[in-house]
Nanobody, 119 residues
Framework: QVQLGESGGGLVQAGGSLRLSCVAS????????MGWFRQAPGKEREFVAR??????????YNANAVKDRFTISRDNTKNTIYLQMNSLKPEDTAVYYC??????????WGQGTQVTVSS
């Protein structure tokens, strides 16, 4: 099992910034990538960003909607990934979830952190 814990959400005005964190614990040795998803009220959960977990080079991929505003990064020494969110818009309001893909073919999810962007 892998446990994931998100933090860093909150209320921010449009144009502002937030940094989300996700700490992994448990069987972290099985992780091969981690990512962020979000779910707005009444909408399906959608992909935000992904980062490779192992190796010297961190390969990242962002959704088009956030490509120029959000940056995903990792700190393997802390078993943590981050999502730096800049130039936030009201449409970024959602619950943000961290996930981890493992070599046991399972995908693990955190409990989510609320991000609210006011106009």
């Amino acid at each position: 099992q892998v446990q994931l814990g998100e933090s860093g959400g909150g209320l921010v005005q449009a144009g502002g910034s937030l940094r989300l964190s996700c700490v992994a614990s448990g069987r972290t040795f099985c992780i091969f990538n981690m990512g962020w998803f979000r779910q707005a009220p009444g909408k399906e959960r959608e992909f935000v960003a992904r980062i490779s977990w192992s190796g010297g080079t961190a390969f990242t991929y962002n959704a088009n909607a956030v490509k120029d505003r959000f940056t995903i990064s990792r700190d393997n020494t802390k078993n943590t990934i981050y999502l730096q969110m800049n130039s936030l818009k009201p449409e970024d309001t959602a619950v943000y979830y961290c996930n981890a893909g493992c070599s046991d073919s399972r995908t693990y999810w955190g409990q989510g952190t609320q991000v609210t962007v006011s106009s």
